[in-house]
């Protein structure tokens, strides 16, 4: 994948930059907002990771010139800001993601995966399938194989996202906040539970299972187990 | 010199000065209407008055010849209060009339002398000077002819007014510098009992507070405001201090033990399997430190007031029952059997995300301290009803409760119960939903539910 980091922080870029690339993508870097401006002119990127504040032009602003020009390249904001009201203003000027520094490098790297543009679903699918496992978001069924999966409303939403995603790692946070719609972190792990009893509906007493465990990072759904 | 500029540096000084100088100026103006329309209309008068008796003359030199006219004129002369007769040769001798001697001059210029000149009488005792207006014309044979009028009494009356006026704006602006000079000293002086109190409380005096005198004006009622507005700092200000001090207590704690992780891993002999270990908890304890962090900024913002912006009327049966189920399958795992009874549709004004949070806040708590003692499966009773039209929620567990005289101290930042201080968890989770409580203007009251601890929260109407 094609990232562009725009980070004034020489530090925190470089690492950035070495991890992404050790993590198997092509990165750019862009040490203020101008320059992160020319260069989304002059390449084609799958995912931007923008800092808030930035040198001669901030995030915020960068991210609104380059809608207005039609550039649509899927953004996601770093910032030390992490209250409601910042997110907030982040997603209005059109990021697509927020991340609150400081972050750990698996839950970035697991929402620029999401981030991505080469979507293995369609957005406009109503049928989605993984494998054996499939979902019709128009009647609200699900079936792997031939066998007919009840699901609560919620599990059902649950599924969707993991399915949406398939092959992609999708950490507790992200599940918080794309499922439920909470941005702060419970005490008690409250999602790995929902995971179980979802693990309990789809993959209990079938041939394989789909839905994955990774230690310390989130989930994943696919047909291959990890390591 | 320095106290007069002080002085005038009063606005009330400046006012007093700048409207002295407004009225002077206007009055000043009006005495110059007034005086000059005197002039203007007094000379018309004798204009008018001169030439008629001139045309008077005419007809009776027309008549009676020179010695006729000059007999008539002889007569008017004499008449009280009479105008100027003068009859001269033309070298300037006065032949007849009723003046001695009159500025030089005067005679020569055929025609009106507008401007009054000064004479003298022949028919007062006294040498005085007069001042009158006249016009002289040329007899057929050289002589000259003067009529004129004395203007000595309106231009004392116009000099009355004249004098009058000047005196009233000159004692007004004297005694209004007066008035001024004393009202503006006081006023200084509360200024500068004022200033002086300022000086204290910025050399670090924060209980000295402003000086009222009881009078009720308006520095008095200044004074309140502004008094009041101190209080209202320090109490911000104890805040303040009092997160920097949980810094430095409880975020210093997990530096140091990351600290010493670090250093004993170091210390060892190389061994790869001992460093990751370390690392790990290195990584931990820092997460929980951000976790710490979070939520303490979390806290200060809502306590002051910030996210206000995001208020709107929220449907807090929904968010409670979204909550509810959120914990639902967690709660059953630890063996708690979580009880919901919502009320449809209770409607609050707030924030969506706070109120997740802190409902939230308090199921965690429940799970974390609500263990009961007696029962295998422990009861967790999470209520949303309406109340006399007032919206109340109650979180309710019946674990060991919190003793009566640490019940408002569990509502503080950083403060754990003595036996639960082993367990994970920062002793900020109360904090936060007291202050999203105070944020929505709800009332929350920590109660014993007999046995275990029971929440209620308490939303306006």
């Given amino acids: 994948m094609h990232i562009l980091i725009i980070e004034d922080d020489k530090q925190a870029a470089d690492y950035l930059v070495n991890a992404l690339d050790e993590a198997g993508h092509n990165v750019d870097h862009a040490g203020d907002?101008?320059?992160?401006?020319?260069?989304?002119?002059?390449?084609?990127?799958?995912?931007?990771?923008?800092?808030?504040?930035?040198?001669?032009?901030?995030?915020?602003?960068?991210?609104?010139?380059?809608?207005d020009r039609g550039d649509m390249t899927?953004?996601?904001?770093?910032?030390?800001?992490?209250?409601?009201?910042?997110?907030?203003?982040?997603?209005?000027?059109?990021?697509?993601?927020?991340?609150?520094?400081?972050?750990?490098?698996?839950?970035?790297?697991?929402?620029?995966?999401?981030?991505?543009?080469?979507?293995?679903?369609?957005?406009t699918d109503t049928l989605i399938t993984v494998c054996d496992l499939k979902l019709d978001r128009l009647s609200h069924k699900v079936f792997r194989g031939d066998i007919k999966i009840l699901l609560q409303p919620r599990e059902f939403r649950l599924l969707e996202y993991l399915m949406r995603n398939a092959g992609k790692v999708v950490t507790r946070t992200m599940l918080l906040e794309q499922v439920w719609d909470y941005h702060f972190d419970p005490q008690t792990n409250v999602i790995d539970v929902h995971i179980s009893r979802l693990r309990g509906k789809i993959d209990k007493e079938f041939e394989f299972p789909l839905l994955h465990t990774i230690r310390g990072k989130g989930y994943i759904l696919q047909k291959d187990s990890v390591d | 010199m320095q106290r007069l500029r002080k002085l005038f540096s009063v606005t009330a000084v400046r006012l007093t000065v700048l409207y002295s100088l407004l009225f002077g100026a206007t009055a000043l103006g009006l005495i110059f209407y007034v005086t000059a329309g005197t002039v203007t209309l007094l000379k018309q008068q004798v204009t008018v008055s001169i030439n008629d008796e001139l045309k008077e003359f005419a007809e009776i030199y027309e008549e009676a010849g020179l010695n006729g006219a000059i007999s008539a004129l002889e007569l008017r002369s004499r008449a009280p209060g009479a105008n100027l007769y003068i009859v001269s040769n033309p070298s300037g001798e006065i032949l007849a009339g009723n003046v001695l001697n009159l500025e030089a001059g005067v005679l020569n210029n055929i025609g009106w002398t507008y401007h009054p000149f000064s004479y003298t009488r022949f028919d007062t005792s006294k040498s005085a000077e007069y001042r009158a207006l006249a016009r002289v014309v040329e007899l057929p044979n050289g002589m000259r002819l003067l009529i004129g009028r004395d203007i000595g009494e309106p231009e004392k009356f116009r000099n009355l007014i004249f004098n009058s006026l000047a005196l009233a704006l000159g004692s007004m602006v004297t005694l209004g510098f007066l008035a001024w000079f004393f009202v503006g000293r006081r006023v200084l002086k509360r200024i500068d009992l004022v200033a002086r109190s300022t000086d204290r409380i910025m050399s670090g005096d924060r209980e000295e507070r402003l000086p009222i005198s009881g009078s009720g004006d308006e520095f008095d009622r200044l004074s309140v405001r502004l008094n009041s507005m101190l209080d209202r700092i320090n109490l911000l200000d104890e805040g303040l201090k009092q997160v920097s001090d949980n810094i430095a207590h409880d975020l210093k704690t997990p530096l140091t033990r990351i600290r010493n992780s670090v250093e004993a891993s170091l210390a060892k002999e190389s061994k790869t399997a001992g460093h990751r270990q370390a690392l790990e908890n290195v990584l931990l304890e820092s997460e929980n430190l951000i976790k710490t962090f979070n939520a303490l900024l979390m806290i200060s913002q809502v306590e002051s007031g910030s996210s206000t912006a995001q208020m709107a009327q929220q449907n807090i049966s929904e968010i409670t029952a979204d909550i509810v189920e959120l914990y639902e399958p967690a709660a059953e795992e630890q063996n708690f059997q979580l009880r919901a009874r919502i009320e449809d549709d209770l409607k609050v004004n707030g924030n969506r995300e706070l109120l997740s949070q802190m409902i939230s806040n308090l199921i965690d708590n429940a799970l974390k301290y609500g263990k009961s003692t007696t029962s295998d499966s422990s009861l967790i009773e999470v209520e949303a009803r309406s109340l006399k039209g007032r919206v109340v929620i109650t979180v309710a567990d019946h674990g060991s409760g919190i003793p009566d005289n640490e019940n408002g101290k569990v509502l503080q930042r950083f403060y754990r119960l003595e036996q639960s201080r082993n367990l994970p968890g920062s002793g900020l989770g109360l904090a936060l939903v007291s202050a999203i409580a105070k944020m929505h203007f709800a009332s929350l009251a920590l109660k014993d539910n007999d046995p275990g601890l029971k929440v209620v929260i308490e939303f306006p109407v």
Wanted: with cysteine; charged share 30%; hydrophobic share 40%.
């Fill in chain 1, 33 to 67: 907002g101008e320059m992160a401006f020319v260069m989304c002119d002059s390449s084609e990127y799958d995912v931007l990771v923008v800092d808030r504040m930035l040198p001669k032009m901030d995030g915020l602003s960068l991210l609104r010139k380059l809608r």
């Fill in chain 1, 74 to 123: 899927p953004a996601l904001i770093l910032s030390a800001l992490g209250q409601v009201d910042d997110r907030v203003e982040g997603l209005r000027s059109g990021g697509d993601d927020y991340l609150t520094k400081p972050y750990a490098f698996s839950e970035l790297l697991a929402r620029i995966e999401v981030l991505s543009k080469r979507k293995i679903v369609d957005d």
